[in-house]
């Protein structure tokens, strides 16, 4: 092997083939990068980003990283096409016998087949490509039971056939339609072709201008990968027609230079899932023989899809980190919308409580009968309700503005964010507690006071409680509770009992309504949008840039 | 046969009866008539274009018509109608050829007599009709235009004329007759039926109802399904428009030249091969319906003029659709366009295209209502061998079944499916049997429309309806009046008042010395709470915040089960209904609890205070007594004095105690009733300024919600 890639070090565009530690840290650095984003909020790019990851961590695991590490092994041809397109049959053709089940019903291959030859089963064998895929290895024709089973419980599965006829170093993987009705089957196919060395795309004569097919196509010549197309099905009486045009589009799309194989429709072969006879494939069985036998060519097929995919990396990765890059903004749009309700409320709040708004309604009727027909402790309990009230107001209305903003955010779709469970109850017990909680130190600062005063003139702690709650909570409405509080402790100590339950306020308020801002943002929280991943992804490539 | 089908759309009618017996005579036999005689071809030139029948019928669909029913009607207002026009009947059932012969006969005899050639028509459609058939009668293009937009609405014409038919017979030739003018009579535009018509004027309503809660995207589908059934009814009723889609390479265009007989549509090995859609109509006046496709004048042809064909095919539209799958993207803008506007869809599939994804997932399942106007052909079978074919075939109806599709298996409503090739012709005659037999029904375009509606309502589910139950209930509406009176304080309010009273009592039934420490006492200091007394009644009594929260939660508990549009109404209607509500509260307030004035008081009262003074009386007469004896004044008898002032001691604290018993329950009442004003005042404020808005919204939800099942047929309404 040494010697053989010292024989290619020469050839110009054969770069990647010896094993490179280096090269292949830095991309098992950035495969976990990739394998760690997450684009979790519902935005429009974000079922996109998702393919694109996974379709990324699929040819990373299942060709890239095995390829570089291991360049001896095979070379994978992977058939893949439209349904209908003779895949099965053509695989089956170029291997000389059956391993792939053909038919009319589409569609028809839904496990895909692995053909190699007997000596490179070990290749296959491993988990060393395509690792999702449970292997069976079923030695004949017999469709197996444990086959089934391992359908049945959804588990993916891989054929591995055997063929002496197939030339050693080759291997031909039969994959499921790319635009099968079964959604399973379309994504199953589109990581197959991404784990192949070679592409061999299969269309029709009816379908030559299927739009499907032509994505593949694109992305193949954007992915640099080594592509070889088939023309497959076309009745003998058009062929030169057919194929002209097919040409003629191929060139269009600047796809001129990839090799084109026609498979005329035979008609004792075509519909029965038969073996078309060894000349319909011959070329193509050539081409595929000489890719693996010539040493040059090998590589050259080798190295043209492994370069074209590093290469597409350059593209893929600011395409992620973009799309992560969105998803932290939106994260932060929703963020923004919580932070301003509550600051917005917050302000009000403050500026209610300023013009007095708490003593109204019951606790104001309770402060004007006071003290002949109320007592201390009523008024008390009623100031401290009407406060809960006041925070319990500021909070929904926090957030209704907080779902109004959401509403218009496509990310606030996301599970768990808006449909959150009827929480006022436990708001309004939370602040409720809150709230007593300060009642209680208050009324311990008031004996404070009050014990500080000579005994003779004690005044009740009780009364001086409900005194300084509402001089703090009055406002200017309460002018009297402060003047009656300066009758009872005096100036100085009126003063420092009022201050010191202001700030108290001021803190269990701050606490109060940071408390629900913080249950309102946990979900968002939970689903971990942090912009490093975003800046990760560039920086793994830009390592891996370095390396190679 | 030849003779029939040339002469005029009488024959093809006879024709019709000439199939189905007349005796059990179904609603599809003739269910609309063409008038329009081509004069010059006819053989006998029995008629003169001057004598085009302007008179039309169309009829609806659902009714039972019974042949007797029908031949009842028939013979409408003068003998010498009704003879030729039961004679061309009975004659269609015996010879078709014969029956044109006796139809022109009988209209010679009635161009004789001028009113009844026209009444004859009338009648000949009639009796084909059901007895309910909504006959309508035009003048020319224009003005069919204006009356079908009046009928649209109200059906007051078809309604008038059904009288005519069941009833008042001799209007019909006078409607008749205003109408014989025009030389080439415009095709008889298309009529829905009862049901149809009143969801559509369901939905009509809905979108006018919505246009203010909903946005015009939500309502656009709505819309434009009544623009194509407004558009689709002015148009010919007697076409049938169907398109030939397919994916590129399945044979569309081999499959429209098969049936048109004449290679209309370029085909090839060329993919794509067909760019844009080609029209072919089988009979006249289908032009305004292929105009309304977009298609040129230079991609509409005529099939070959096979009489055989035209019979069968009479009134089919056919249009060939490019691919809807090729790499050309305006292909497929073209398709999806064309589709919607369409009456039926033949979808041609081959058998190794019969599963894409595109096909499925794109056009089939989102269709999957429109069953009943599709047929999906499996081209190509000559490409299977054996009995692969039928293999496939099941595969196919699988996979439509799975789709959705109703398939029309055992007579049941449902898409059409066969396999074919347009190649070799195999299976070509049973699609154009099929396909005349649905053409003969003429209910394609008001099953597409219907299927539309379907489509339409399915989606606007989500806005209309949640399944759950809506309204605002008694307990919400009894908490939001509870939260009103806590934010007034009304509780503290009649507590208080209760306790003033009490107070009040106390004073005026206790110990005059008591009440003399205690004015000694007041006149001591003066307490916090005088002065709060004394402050001016605030301009913010209520609270606030538990106004807004209360407005709050009670919106929230009305839109509960209410689709997201119609919650924020709620929403909204209390909110502005809350705006300026807290003040009404302050306002309702000071109202409420100043005119009481002073308290009432108990009429035992000024016993109380009497004995009050008795008791302090005896006190002081006991008192003076004694100060005598003490001065030597009077005599000495300490027991009497003695005994008087300690009744007096005793007895004033006794009456006070007694009396501040008795106090307890006015006084309890008194506050009872300062609070219960209070409360009832301010929920009278809420219910006219929050709840009542929120109920008229609810209601109003509660009406589109009736409309939109009227739309999706329910609980469709009569008329």
């Known amino acids: 092997m040494l010697q053989k890639a010292s024989k290619i070090g020469h050839s110009s565009h054969v770069v990647t083939l010896d094993v490179r530690p280096q090269l292949l840290d830095a991309l098992s650095a950035l495969r976990d990068r990739v394998a760690a984003a997450r684009f979790p909020l519902p935005l429009a790019g974000a079922p996109r980003a998702r393919a694109n990851r996974d379709e990324l ?79 069976v290895w079923v030695p004949h024709q017999e469709p197996g039971d444990d086959l089934q089973a391992l359908m049945e419980r959804g588990e993916r599965v891989l054929r591995i056939e055997t063929a002496d006829t197939l030339p050693r170093g080759l291997a031909l993987l039969d994959a499921p339609d790319i635009d099968s009705l079964v959604a399973d089957n379309r994504v199953l196919a589109a990581e197959l072709i991404c784990a192949a060395d070679i592409w061999v795309m299969v269309t ?6 299927d739009a499907v097919p032509w994505h593949l196509l694109r992305t193949a010549k954007e992915h640099k990968a080594t592509l070889v197309t088939v023309l497959d099905r076309v009745p003998h009486q058009v062929v030169s027609e057919v194929s002209r045009q097919y040409g003629a589009l191929l060139t269009k799309a600047g796809l001129g230079e990839v090799p084109r194989f026609t498979v005329p429709e035979l008609p004792e072969s075509a519909w029965g899932g038969g073996l078309l006879p060894a000349t319909a494939v011959a070329p193509l069985r050539t081409w595929l023989v000489h890719q693996t036998q010539d040493h040059g060519s090998r590589h050259a097929a080798m190295a043209r899809t492994a370069q074209g995919v590093l290469d597409s990396l350059k593209a893929r990765m600011p395409e992620l980190a973009g799309a992560a890059a969105a998803q932290y903004a939106a994260a932060l749009r929703l963020t923004a919308a919580v932070d301003g309700a509550y600051d917005s409320e917050h302000t009000r709040v403050k500026g209610r409580l300023q013009t007095g708004a708490v003593l109204s309604g019951d606790a104001l009727k309770r402060w004007r009968a006071y003290p002949l027909d109320c007592t201390a402790g009523e008024l008390l309990d009623s100031l401290v309700e009407s406060l809960a009230a006041l925070l319990l107001c500021a909070v929904t209305a926090a957030d209704e503005r907080v779902d109004d903003a959401w509403r218009r955010e496509p990310a606030s779709g996301a599970p768990g964010l808006t449909d959150r469970d009827p929480t006022l109850e436990s708001a309004e017990h939370r602040i409720g507690m809150s709230v007593r909680r300060w009642r209680r130190v208050l009324e311990e600062y008031a004996e404070d006071e009050v014990g500080r005063l000579d005994k003779s003139v004690a005044s009740d702690a009780e009364v001086v409680a409900a005194l300084v709650a509402t001089a703090l909570l009055g406002g200017h409405r309460a002018r009297n509770a402060g003047e009656g509080l300066a009758e009872r402790l005096g100036a100085h100590g009126a003063l420092r009992l009022r201050e010191r339950g202001g700030r108290l306020l001021a803190e269990y308020l701050d606490r109060a309504l940071h408390t629900e801002r913080e249950r309102r943002l946990a979900p968002l929280d939970a689903l971990d949008v942090h912009p490093e991943s975003q800046a990760e992804l560039i920086a793994a490539l830009s390592v891996l840039q370095k390396e190679r | 046969m030849t003779a029939v089908t040339a002469v005029t759309d009488h024959t093809d009618h006879a024709d019709h009866t000439g199939d189905d017996s007349p005796e059990d005579g179904t609603s599809g036999q003739g269910s609309s008539e063409n008038g329009r005689p081509e004069g010059s071809r006819s053989p006998e030139g029995s008629r003169s274009e001057a004598d085009s029948p302007e008179a039309f019928a169309t009829e609806a669909a659902d009714g039972e018509p019974a042949a007797g029913e029908a031949a009842t009607e028939a013979p409408m207002e003068s003998v010498t109608k009704a003879q030729p026009e039961g004679e061309a009947e009975a004659e269609a059932e015996a010879e078709t050829e014969a029956a044109a012969e006796a139809e022109t006969e009988a209209e010679d005899a009635e161009r004789a007599q001028k009113v009844t050639f026209d009444a004859a028509h009338v009648g ?54 205003e109408t014989k003018t025009a030389v080439q009579a415009p095709p008889l535009p298309l009529a ?13 309503e809905l979108v006018g109802l919505s246009r203010t809660r909903l946005d015009s995207g939500t309502l656009a589908e709505a819309s434009r399904v009544l623009d194509e059934a407004a558009a689709r009814r002015k148009l010919s009723g007697e076409h049938t428009v169907v398109a030939i889609a397919g994916a590129t390479g399945s044979g569309k265009s081999q499959l429209f030249n098969a049936l048109a007989g004449v290679a209309i549509s370029e085909t090839g090995m060329r993919r794509p091969t067909t760019a844009a859609p080609i029209a072919c109509s089988w009979s006249d006046g289908a032009a305004t319906l292929i105009d309304r496709l977009g298609i040129p004048g230079r991609l509409r042809r005529r099939p070959l003029q096979s009489p055989e064909a035209e019979a069968q095919l009479r009134g089919l539209v056919l249009v060939d659709l490019p691919d809807h799958d090729s790499a050309a993207v305006q292909h497929r803008q073209q398709v999806d366009r064309i589709l919607a506007l369409v009456d039926a869809v033949i979808w041609v599939v081959d058998p190794e295209k019969y599963a894409d994804a595109m096909l499925h997932e794109r056009y089939l399942r989102p269709m999957a209502g429109h069953a009943e106007v599709t047929f999906v052909v499996l081209n190509q079978v000559d490409r299977l061998p054996g009995e692969a074919a039928d293999l496939v ?14 398939l029309g298996e055992y007579g049941e409503p449902g898409a059409t499916v066969m396999a074919l090739s347009a190649l070799t012709g195999d299976g070509i005659g049973e699609l154009r049997e099929s396909l005349g037999q649905f053409l003969a029904e003429r209910g394609a375009a008001a099953r597409r429309i219907s299927a539309d509606l379907d489509a339409a309502a399915m989606r606007l589910r989500p806005v209309y309806s949640t399944g759950r139950r809506t309204g605002l209930s008694e307990e919400a509406r009894d908490e939001f009046a509870d939260r009103l009176a806590d934010a007034v304080g009304a509780t503290a309010a009649g507590q208080a008042a209760e306790r003033a009273w009490r107070r009040n009592a106390n004073r005026a039934c206790g110990t005059p010395w008591l009440r003399l420490w205690r004015w000694v006492q007041d006149r001591g200091d003066s307490t916090t709470g005088r002065l709060s007394v004394r402050e ?69 009262w000024p016993a109380a205070v009497l004995a009050q003074a008795s008791m302090t009386i005896l006190q002081i007469i006991g008192g003076l007594w004694l100060l005598g004896q003490i001065i030597g004044f009077m005599a000495p008898n300490l027991g009497v004095p003695v005994l008087l002032m300690l009744a007096g001691i005793i007895g004033g604290p006794a009456v006070e105690w007694g009396s501040r018993m008795a106090a307890r329950g006015p006084a309890r009442r008194y506050g009872l009733e300062a609070e219960r004003r209070l409360r009832e005042a301010a929920a009278g404020c809420g219910r006219a300024r929050v709840l009542d808005p929120v109920a008229a919204e609810l209601l109003r939800y509660r009406e589109v919600r009736e409309q939109y099942g009227r739309v999706t047929g329910a609980s469709a309404p009569v008329g």
Not at chain 1, 72 to 88: H, M, N, Q, R, Y
Not at chain 1, 113 to 118: A, E, G, T
Not at chain 2, 192 to 204: E, T, V
Not at chain 2, 549 to 578: C, Y
């Open chain 1, 204 to 209: 029709t004569a009816a379908r030559y201008a």
């Open chain 1, 57 to 135: 961590l699929a040819q990373l695991d299942d060709y890239l990283v095995p390829r570089l590490r291991e360049p001896e092994a095979p070379l994978l041809a992977v058939i893949g096409g439209s349904t209908g397109a003779g895949k099965s049959t053509l695989v089956n053709s170029l291997v000389g016998r059956r391993v792939s089940e053909a038919g009319v019903l589409r569609p028809t291959t839904r496990t895909p087949v692995l053909v190699c030859h007997p000596e490179d089963h070990h290749w296959f064998s491993g988990m060393r490509v395509l690792p999702d895929l449970t292997r």
């Open chain 2, 192 to 204: 829905y039926d009862g049901p149809l018509r009143s969801r559509l004027d369901a939905l009509r």
């Open chain 2, 393 to 406: 075939l099941d595969d196919l109806r699988r996979l439509l079944d799975d789709d959705g599709i109703a």
């Open chain 2, 536 to 604: 001016p009644a605030d301009e913010e009594a209520t609270a606030r915040q538990r106004v807004e929260q209360a407005v709050r939660t009670v919106a929230d508990r009305a839109a509960r089960g209410l689709p997201a549009p119609w919650a924020q109404a709620v929403r909204e209607a209390a909110v502005r209904g809350a705006q300026g509500l807290p003040e009404a509260l302050d306002e309702m307030a000071t109202r409420a609890t100043t005119p009481a004035g002073r308290p009432p008081r108990p009429g035992w």
């Open chain 2, 124 to 177: 000949a459609h009639t009796r084909v009709k059901d007895d309910t058939g909504h006959t309508r009668v035009k003048t020319d293009d224009a003005c069919a235009r204006a009356e079908s937009e009046t009928a649209w609405d109200d059906g007051l014409i078809a309604r008038r004329v059904s009288e005519t038919t069941t009833g008042q017979e001799a209007q019909a030739p006078s409607l008749a007759l």
